[in-house]
C-alpha cells in the first residue's frame, strides 16, 4: 500500500481480469495478506498472536452459530439446553467445549497480543488509531465473553451476572435506574437471559468489524517490528506470501495442537465447578469468582475497602475497574519516548517486566477469596499498576537515556546474526535504494 | 494552561487511586474468627478410576454395579434429570432390559379422557426424574434438606470423581468439642462438615452383586463414583479416542508446517546467518 | 521496485537440487491442511442431524381398540400426523372396485395395509404435494370427491385407500413402517 517496492497484483487469466475491473476482491487480498503487502523481516514468534487472535474469532462464531442452533435462551431450558448439547447432539460435547476452551484461549492469545504491543511500542505513532481500534476489540471481547458464560445459567452464570451488573449500581444517582435497565427487572431473570443471548450474538460480529477496521489501519504504516525502527527499504521487508503466511501456518499448527490438548484432556480446567449446578437464586456459592481472564480487574474492583475524599469504596472500586481498563487507551499519549521498541530502553523494559508480573499477582488476587493476606497484596499490586501507567511511564519516558538504535531493521538483523555494525551497515549500504 | 493541565492530569488521577489504595492497604484490619470448619475440611482422598487419563474408559461391568447401587440406595431419594433410560445402552444393557427398567418408573401424565393428573409406565425416552414430583415434595420428606441431582455431580465439586467417592466412605464421629445438630452427621469431606445426608452405605452386602465382586461398602462408594463419573460425562471416552487421533494429526500437520516455513525462508534467514552478508 | 526481492526466490521456483524435496514438503503440508479442514467439516455439518432423544423418540405405540368402523384418529408420529382409519366393508369394496392401471400411482388396497387388517389403512397425514395436512380423519371434515381424503391447500383428492385420484399430489399418501402387536394394537416407526 504505503509501500513504493509493493509487488502489484496482476491478473493473469481472462476470468481473473474480469473479476479485477468489476470486484477487485483478490486484489483486496492479495495487499492485505498476500504478496503485495511488505512486512519487516525480522518480526519474532509473538508476531504470530495477531493472525491467532482472527483465527479464534473466526472459531468462536462458527462454534457459537452452532450452538445457537440447540440453546434455548430462557430461565427454565438454558441449562438443560446445555447439557442436551453435551449428551444428545451429534458431536455436540466437541463444539461446546471447544467453544468454552475456546474463549480461554482467545483472551490468552490476545493477552499476549497486547504485551507484545507494549514491549515494543507498536502504540506509538504512526500506530495510535490502530491501538485504539485494538483496545475496543478487548473491550468488546469483555463484554462478549461476560454474557456468553451467563449464558450456560449455572450458579455462577448467575451469580457472575448478578455481581458484575451490580457494579452499576455504584453510579451516583441513576444507578440503580441503569442496574435495574440493564437487568429488566431487579434480579437477573429471564428478560436478562435473553437480551445477554442476543447481545452474545451481536457483539463477535461487531468485533469482526472492528478487526476488519484493526487490519486496514495496521496496512497504513505497516507492521512495527522487534526493534521498533521504521522501514527504510526493500531490503528490510519480505512479502507477508509466502514468508508470514508460512510462519502463520506454523503458529496455527502449535495453536491448534495446544487447543486439541485442552478441549479434548482437560475442557473443565479453565471453568468453575460451581457452574455445573443450575442457577439458584435463593443461595450463593460460597466463592464467587469470574473467569480468569477477569482475575486481575476484579482484583482491583475488590481492592478499595475504604471511604475517602467522601467517595464511597464501592464506586471507588468500580471506577478504578472500569479506570484500569480505559487509561489503556491514552497509552500512546502517556509514554512520549521516541524510541517504541523496550529493547533499547532499559528502564522502560525494567518496568515493563514489573508490569508482567504485576498483573500476573493481581490476576492470582483476583481467583482467591477477599480476605488477608491476598487483600492487602492486591491493594498494592493495584496500587503499582494505576502508578505504572499513571506516574511512572510519563516520568521515564522523559528521563530515560536509550541504548543507540540500529540505523535500520536489516543492520539489527545482521548485527544479530554475529557481524560488526560496520560490516552490517556496508552491506546494507551496497544494496540499491529504490528510485521513489 | 492546556498544556500543563494535560501534563498533570495522568499524575494527579493516578495519585489519587494510589492514595486510595494505599490508605486501605495500611488501615488496621479487625481481628477475623477463623471458620471452624476449614481446619475439619479435608482433601478428597486419593482413589483412581478407569476413566482416568488421556487414554481412560469406562468399565461397563463397573458402571452396571454403579447402577444397582444407585437405583437401589441413591434413588430412593436423589434423581438423575440430564439421564434418560434409553442411554443405559452405553453401559450394555439391551433394548430390552432398558423398557423394563423404565417400565417400573411411572411418569407423571394427564388421563386421556378425564385430563386429570395420572401416571403411566416409564418409556426408554424418560428420564431419571427421581422420586419426588417437585423440591417442595423433596424437602417436606427429608427434613428440608435438599437432595441434589445426582447427573453432574461428579463436575460439580472440586475433584468430583473422588469426593463422591470420600464423601460417601468419609462419615466419621465427631471429634470431641464439635456439635453436630439434631438431624446432622459429621462428614469431614463435606464443604459445611455437617451433612443432612445419613451415610447411604453402611454395611458389606448392602447391594447384591450378580458378577461375583465383593459388594464392600468402599467397592460400592467406588462402583457408584464410576456411575455417576458417567451420568456427568457420557461421552467421556469418544473424547478420549477423538482426542488422540486430533493431537497425532496436529502434530504431524505442525510439523510439516515447521518443514515448509524453514524451506520458504531458507534464503532470507538461514543463510544470513552462516554469514553470507550480501544478500541481505 | 523488487531489487531486493529479486534475490529472493519465492516458494514455487527454486533451484536444482532442492527443488523435488521442497515441492513435496508444501504439497503434504497443504494436503494435511485440506484434510484436517474437512475432518472437522464433517461435525459442523453432522450436528444439524437428527439429536439423539429426537431419534428415540422414533417410534411409537398406538391402541385402536376405539376406532369404530368408518371412524378415524389422528396421531402424532415424529411431528408429523398419521392417520389411522377403520375401514367399514363399503369402503373397502369402493377401493378395491377401481381399475389399479387407471391410478396415478398405481397401488391396491392390499399393498397399502397389513395382510389380515385389510380395515385398518394407516398412513401418513402429510399431503405428498407440499406437505399440508389432508382434511378426511376428523370428525364431521369432508372426505373430498373420493370419500377419502382432500387436502384444503391445492385441492389433492384422495380415495378409501389414501390414494390420489385429482389434483396436483404425485403420490398416494405414504404408508408408515409399522407392525400388529395384537390385532387391536400397532408399533409405528
Not at chain 2, 445438630?181 to 455437617?194: A, C, E, M, V
Not at chain 3, 464433517?42 to 431419534?55: E, F, R
Request: net charge neutral.
Amino acid at each position: 500500500m504505503s509501500f513504493p517496492w509493493a509487488k502489484h497484483y496482476e491478473p493473469t487469466t481472462d476470468v481473473g481480469k474480469w473479476i479485477d475491473s468489476r470486484l477487485p476482491l483478490p486484489r483486496l487480498i492479495y495487499d492485505s495478506v498476500g504478496a503485495g503487502y511488505p512486512v519487516p523481516k525480522n518480526l519474532n514468534y509473538f508476531y504470530n498472536f495477531g493472525v491467532l487472535a482472527g483465527v479464534a474469532l473466526v472459531v468462536q462464531i462458527i462454534t457459537g452459530i452452532i450452538l445457537a442452533m440447540h440453546y434455548a435462551p430462557n430461565t427454565g431450558l438454558a441449562f438443560n439446553s446445555v447439557e442436551h448439547i453435551m449428551r444428545d447432539v451429534n458431536s455436540g460435547w466437541m463444539l461446546r467445549y471447544m467453544h468454552a476452551v475456546g474463549a480461554s484461549f482467545f483472551f490468552i492469545v490476545v493477552y499476549l497480543h497486547i504485551f507484545r504491543g507494549l514491549y515494543y511500542g507498536s502504540y506509538k505513532p504512526p500506530r495510535e488509531v490502530l491501538w485504539l481500534l485494538g483496545m475496543v476489540i478487548y473491550l468488546l471481547m469483555m463484554a462478549t465473553g461476560f454474557m456468553g458464560y451467563v449464558l450456560v445459567w449455572g450458579q455462577m452464570s448467575f451469580w457472575g451476572a448478578a455481581v458484575i451488573t451490580n457494579l452499576f449500581s455504584a453510579i451516583p444517582i441513576v444507578g440503580d435506574a441503569i442496574h435495574t435497565w440493564l437487568l429488566g427487572g431487579f434480579s437477573p431473570d429471564n428478560p436478562t437471559l435473553n437480551r445477554f443471548f442476543s447481545l452474545h450474538y451481536l457483539l463477535p460480529f461487531v468485533i469482526f468489524g472492528v478487526v476488519i477496521l484493526h487490519v486496514w489501519a495496521l496496512h497504513i504504516p505497516g507492521s512495527n517490528n522487534p526493534t521498533g525502527v521504521g522501514i527504510k527499504g526493500p531490503q528490510d521487508t519480505v512479502p507477508f506470501h509466502p514468508y508470514y503466511t508460512a510462519k502463520d501456518f506454523f503458529g496455527l499448527g502449535v495453536y491448534f495442537t495446544l487447543f486439541a490438548i485442552v478441549v479434548f484432556y482437560l475442557p473443565n480446567s479453565l471453568g468453575e465447578p460451581d457452574n455445573y449446578i443450575p442457577a439458584n437464586p435463593l443461595s450463593t456459592p460460597a466463592h464467587i469468582v469470574p473467569e480468569w481472564y477477569y482475575w486481575p480487574f476484579y482484583a482491583i474492583l475488590r481492592a478499595f475497602t475504604v471511604n475517602f475524599l467522601w467517595v464511597p469504596a464501592k464506586l471507588w472500586g468500580v471506577l478504578a475497574m472500569f479506570s484500569a481498563i480505559l487509561l489503556l487507551f491514552f497509552l500512546p499519549w502517556l509514554d512520549k519516548s521516541p524510541v517504541r521498541s523496550n529493547t533499547y530502553r532499559p528502564l522502560s523494559k525494567l518496568f515493563f517486566w514489573i508490569l508482567v508480573v504485576d498483573c500476573l499477582i493481581l490476576g492470582l488476587c483476583g481467583a482467591k477469596p477477599a480476605a488477608e493476606p491476598w487483600l492487602r497484596i492486591s491493594q498494592f499490586a493495584a496500587a503499582y499498576y494505576f502508578a505504572h501507567f499513571l506516574i511512572i511511564l510519563p516520568i521515564i519516558s522523559r528521563i530515560e537515556r536509550p541504548l543507540p538504535l540500529p540505523k535500520s531493521i536489516s543492520e539489527a538483523v545482521l548485527t544479530n546474526a554475529g557481524h560488526s555494525v560496520e560490516a552490517a551497515r556496508a552491506a546494507v549500504a551496497a544494496v540499491p535504494q529504490p528510485a521513489a | 494552561m492546556g498544556r500543563l493541565i494535560a501534563f498533570l492530569a495522568p499524575f494527579a488521577i493516578g495519585g489519587v487511586f494510589v492514595l486510595a489504595l494505599l490508605v486501605g492497604a495500611f488501615m488496621p484490619r479487625d481481628a477475623v474468627t477463623p471458620d471452624p470448619t476449614i481446619a475439619l475440611h479435608k482433601e478428597a482422598k486419593e482413589v483412581s478410576f478407569k476413566s482416568d487419563g488421556v487414554f481412560g474408559t469406562f468399565d461397563k461391568a463397573q458402571l452396571q454395579r454403579g447402577f444397582k447401587v444407585y437405583q437401589e440406595v441413591c434413588a430412593a431419594c436423589h434423581s438423575l434429570h440430564q439421564v434418560a433410560f434409553r442411554d443405559l445402552a452405553a453401559l450394555g444393557f439391551t433394548p430390552a432390559e432398558i423398557k423394563a427398567i423404565a417400565k417400573k418408573n411411572d411418569q407423571p401424565t394427564i388421563d386421556e379422557k378425564t385430563g386429570d393428573a395420572a401416571t403411566r409406565p416409564g418409556l426408554p425416552s424418560d428420564k431419571f426424574y427421581g422420586p419426588y414430583a417437585n423440591e417442595v415434595a423433596a424437602r417436606a420428606a427429608n427434613n428440608n434438606a435438599l437432595p441434589p441431582d445426582l447427573s453432574l455431580m461428579t463436575k460439580a465439586r472440586e475433584h468430583g470423581n473422588r469426593y463422591v467417592y470420600s464423601l460417601l466412605t468419609g462419615y466419621a464421629n465427631a471429634p470431641a468439642g464439635w456439635a453436630v445438630p439434631q438431624g446432622l452427621h459429621y462428614n469431614p469431606y463435606f464443604k459445611s462438615i455437617n451433612i443432612a445426608m445419613p451415610a447411604p452405605l453402611t454395611s458389606e452386602g448392602q447391594v447384591e452383586y450378580t458378577d461375583g465382586t465383593k459388594p464392600t461398602v468402599d467397592q460400592m462408594a467406588k462402583d457408584v463414583s464410576a456411575f455417576l463419573i458417567w451420568t456427568a460425562e457420557p461421552k467421556l471416552v469418544e473424547r478420549h479416542r477423538t482426542g488422540f487421533g486430533a493431537v497425532i494429526f496436529l502434530l504431524i500437520m505442525t510439523g510439516l508446517g515447521y518443514l515448509s516455513y524453514r524451506r520458504v525462508w531458507a534464503e532470507i534467514k538461514y543463510k544470513t546467518k552462516k554469514g553470507e552478508v550480501a544478500s541481505a | 521496485m523488487a531489487t531486493d526481492q529479486a534475490h529472493v526466490p519465492a516458494a514455487g521456483e527454486l533451484t536444482e537440487s532442492g527443488e523435488r524435496r521442497r515441492d513435496f514438503i508444501y504439497i503434504a503440508t497443504g494436503a494435511f491442511a485440506a484434510v484436517g479442514a474437512a475432518t472437522v467439516a464433517w461435525p459442523l455439518i453432522n450436528q444439524m442431524n437428527p439429536s439423539a432423544d429426537v431419534l428415540a423418540l422414533a417410534s411409537i405405540d398406538v391402541d385402536l381398540a376405539a376406532i369404530k368402523p368408518g371412524q378415524a384418529i389422528k396421531i402424532s408420529w415424529r411431528g408429523m400426523p398419521v392417520f389411522a382409519r377403520n375401514l367399514t366393508q363399503a369402503e373397502q369394496d369402493a377401493a378395491n372396485k377401481v381399475p389399479v392401471s387407471s391410478l396415478r400411482d398405481p397401488q391396491t388396497l392390499a399393498e397399502r395395509t397389513k395382510e389380515g387388517h385389510t380395515n385398518w389403512l394407516i398412513t401418513m397425514g402429510v399431503c405428498t404435494h407440499l406437505g399440508c395436512v389432508p382434511l378426511g380423519a376428523g370428525e364431521g371434515e369432508t372426505k373430498g370427491d373420493f370419500g377419502g381424503y382432500f387436502c384444503p391447500c391445492h385441492g389433492s383428492q384422495y380415495d378409501t385407500a389414501a390414494r390420489i385420484r385429482s389434483g396436483p399430489a404425485p403420490t398416494n399418501l405414504v404408508v408408515p413402517e409399522y407392525a400388529f402387536k395384537s390385532p387391536t394394537s400397532v408399533t409405528i416407526g
